[in-house]
Nanobody
Framework: QVQLVESGGGLVQAGGSLRLSCAAS????????MGWFRQAPGKEREFVAA????????TYADSVKGRFTISRDNAKNTAYLQVNSLKPEDTAAYYC????????????WGQGTQVTVSS
């Protein structure tokens, strides 16, 4: 129903920045919100940020608040995560996900993009 493809990850030094992208295709008109999650080796996947498809509301995890910014471009069916002031503990695979209207969970996920921050 919805396909998601992430891009923009890479290897950066501490304090650096990246802009992650999540391109959505399929039935994008049914998307309620999109979220970013991350998972480091040996750890559970954790919530990072989310944005309503309308762009009227955003939510951030406390660990990234003030450093990360989520946005969207509906014309391009793309969500972005600007990650600034990166720390080694931000190292993880970053995934985007979509929740549909009426959905109780994020049902569609991308393949992930790796962010590695060197100290």
């Amino acid at each position: 129903q919805v396909q998601l493809v992430e891009s923009g990850g890479g290897l950066v030094q501490a304090g650096g920045s990246l802009r992650l992208s999540c391109a959505a295709s399929g039935r994008t008109s049914s998307i309620y919100d999109m979220g970013w999650f991350r998972q480091a080796p040996g750890k559970e996947r954790e919530f990072v940020a989310a944005i309503s498809w309308s762009g009227r509301s955003t939510t951030y995890a406390d660990s990234v608040k003030g450093r990360f910014t989520i946005s969207r471009d509906n014309a391009k069916n793309t969500a972005y995560l600007q990650v600034n002031s990166l720390k080694p503990e931000d190292t993880a695979a970053y995934y985007c996900a979509a929740r549909m209207f009426g959905g109780s969970k994020y049902a569609y996920w991308g393949q992930g993009t790796q962010v590695t921050v060197s100290s």
